[in-house]
């Protein structure tokens, strides 16, 4: 592999390891970043690269969020947290929107709106979004505090937000986030869930995509992904850390206006190139 190309490998993953968790879209970055940087990849690969790189960053949750995913305990004698159990089955109904609409129209969505300016149109309008519903929060107090408070119906609305990340330029996370702050989830809640939520959701994503390329990885793909998703590791365990003690004291709107004006840079971009 050409230290040129492996440069280019750990910058991408850097870039999924920060706005995997940030809701600014990582897979409108990538596709964004590989118009500047273009990998010397098939199309096939990098297709399938840009979503199972994400593996990296759901073992970052996993990771950081251990305590507060694995529901079973062993001091004096085996303890299961029905809490945790509970948790799980919530994000497991918010999966099923996503799951089913990205069977139907993957594949389409990807091929008419994998394009640098639909990901500014899109990058704009959550960034608006953002910004609109955190002004209208202030005056709001949230009615859940805790993934605890989610109830069924809430997390299945949440899961219908998720499916809108199909888009690319939307961010998974940012669709989510958007959704439980107009529900009434409180920003920190809001954050956790999307976390959690994002475990199943991409690793449904990505054995789809594998399945669809094949196993047979030649050496300098296999290390392509490796390498990516490592860096993606260990960028994704220092922004959801950041993340989660920035929300605690600032809203999203920052988030907001960050894509906004990426959505404009692209957009120039675009028209000049």
């Not at 001091?75 to 069977?103: H, N, T, Y």
């Not at 929060?137 to 805790?146: A, E, G, I, L, Q």
Request: net charge positive; glycine share 6%.
């Amino acid at each position: 592999m050409e230290q040129l190309e492996l440069w280019k490998v750990i910058i991408i993953g850097i870039v999924e390891g920060i706005t995997e968790w940030l809701p600014i879209s990582s897979t409108g970055h990538m596709l964004l970043l590989d118009d500047l940087i273009s990998l010397q990849m098939s199309e096939a690969f990098k297709e399938m690269f840009f979503v199972v790189i994400q593996l990296g960053a759901i073992l970052a949750v996993v990771v950081v969020f251990w305590k507060q995913m694995w529901p079973f305990r062993f001091r004096e004698k085996p303890v299961i947290q029905r809490d945790i159990f509970s948790m799980w089955f919530k994000v497991i109904a918010a999966c099923i929107p996503a799951a089913v609409l990205g069977l139907l129209f993957d594949d389409w969505l990807e091929a008419h709106f994998g394009h640098p300016f639909s990901i500014a149109v899109m990058l704009i309008l959550y960034g608006v979004a953002f910004i609109v519903i955190e002004n209208w929060n202030r005056s709001r107090t949230p009615k859940m505090d805790s993934i605890a408070d989610i109830n069924y119906k809430t997390a299945v609305i949440i899961g219908f937000f998720q499916a809108l990340a199909m888009i690319p330029g939307t961010s998974r996370s940012g669709a989510t986030i958007v959704g439980a702050l107009l529900l009434g989830v409180s920003r920190t809640a809001a954050a956790e869930f999307t976390f959690f939520l994002a475990v199943p959701t991409m690793l449904g994503a990505s054995a789809l995509k594998i399945l669809k390329f094949g196993l047979a990885f030649s050496s300098t793909e296999l290390i392509t992904l490796l390498v990516g998703m490592v860096v993606a590791f260990v960028v994704s365990v220092l922004s959801i850390k950041w993340l989660m003690a920035y929300v605690r004291r600032h809203d999203f709107k920052v988030f907001g206006w960050y894509r906004i004006v990426l959505g404009i840079v692209v957009i120039v971009y675009t028209l000049l190139k």
